[in-house]
């Protein structure tokens, strides 16, 4: 039984004021769960499960049995999870996770930097990211304006690639100002057709903002001007199609 | 003012029932319905749009407000608009839609077919469509088991391209077994990379539902299977980015 009280403490974790007091968010679900004990186990604050979701994974193998069994883990029953989660489906599993020390921005030679101006949708952003981390991205660059990290849309967008990436939130302008000699491939309507473009070896990679694209004031401190060639009538691609297409002509390989 | 009776029938349109009683389904928002207009002047039924919105769609350009006065057109006013509407945020015009007559599942020498197998999100398929149409991809032949083409989450997702597109639904693997010599390339996690494979010229690009890809008995009816190459730990693709990144290397260029 866990207590009211701590269940009106995680419920408002699905605010945003509340996570930024607490440095606090929620994971959800058996397959994110997984994740968050695999790659961040530091991270993990307290776990809330369905003794059956318990018991499956423990028995997976001797480490997950371990990292189960060092969590501090309360078993709920009934709708005790529902009135804790942010979803509209809560999965047997929760966990309360202390927020990571926020990321550098980094950008390096001989890798390819995800830069992000302006992606407002949480689900486009997640989406983003686990593309990024298939395709082998370490670093992802955010401008300030971008949907925040730990929004519930975003975390359970990821599918667990937000445990596994540096994710920085910089002024985006001053930053791209700093770097040191490395091409910055701004992507929009207009610029050389990724076609005839060998894949991207190093350097950032920027994609812009849902509605508007790259804004202005990055798109003229950018080395090359790149884009994805169209042949029929759609008026634009969905922003993380674009970023996926994109972060999959990059040279990874 | 609309009577009431009319903004439930239109309300109850949101529901697959009623479309699939009267072949009736909704349009929503100045794009969408600019989209319609432009394309589709022959399916609509009704128009109800604040006047604003009217007036300034018929100030773009004669073949404009000609459409606009050829079609049965509605004021709304207040929260008429929210009665009628099957999204959160309904925005300033609505078009009640004929559909049109089912597509006939085509495949020809020379171009690429896109083919779903059991895309159960209905922001997906929109998606992929949208993306089909930006790559000049004329037909889709869909799975009967596939997210339904007017259901409004579908219609909006596609941002106008539902208006260009040939969209069947058949059962697949009966079609599949008819084609004549064309490649059918299955996608999934195993296969030949993308990255070594010339750009797809001819044929059909099968795509799997949202968890587990692409359907045995489906599979096994292809000539080629091809693979997203993975660099990261990421476990899958968002089936609509994965499709993004294969009808990019389809070669309508």
């Not at 599918?159 to 910055?184: C, E, H, K, N, T």
Request: proline share 4%; aromatic share 6%; charged share 15%.
């Amino acid at each position: 039984m866990v207590s009211k009280s701590k269940v009106r403490f995680i419920r408002g974790l699905c605010q945003k004021k509340i996570r930024q007091q607490t440095d606090l968010y929620i994971v959800e679900g058996p397959h994110m769960v997984e994740e968050l004990l695999q790659w961040c186990p530091q991270d993990v604050e307290e776990i809330f499960a369905e003794e059956a979701w318990a018991t499956a994974y423990a028995s997976t193998s001797p480490a997950c049995k371990d990292r189960l069994h060092t969590s501090s883990l309360h078993y709920v029953v009934g709708d005790e999870l529902a009135s804790m989660s942010c979803q509209q489906a809560p999965n047997q599993v929760l966990a309360l996770v202390r927020k990571r020390t926020p990321a550098i921005a980094v950008a390096s030679a001989g890798q390819i930097t995800l830069a992000l101006d302006a992606i407002r949708d949480p689900g486009n952003l997640g989406t983003i990211l686990r593309t990024a981390d298939w395709f082998g991205i370490q670093h992802v660059v955010c401008s300030l304006d971008t949907a925040e990290l730990y929004n519930p849309k975003v975390v359970q967008a990821t599918m667990g690639s937000i445990f596994r990436l540096s994710v920085a939130y910089v002024d985006l302008a001053v930053w791209l100002q700093g770097l040191q000699g490395l091409p910055v491939y701004c992507t929009g309507l207009q610029g050389e057709s990724i076609r005839s473009l060998s894949p991207l070896a190093e350097g950032v990679l920027l994609i812009g903002n849902e509605a508007r694209g790259v804004s202005e004031n990055l798109r003229v401190l950018a080395t090359h001007q790149i884009t994805i060639p169209r042949y029929g009538h759609a008026e634009s691609l969905n922003a993380s199609v674009a970023a996926g297409i994109l972060l999959a002509h990059c040279g990874n390989g």
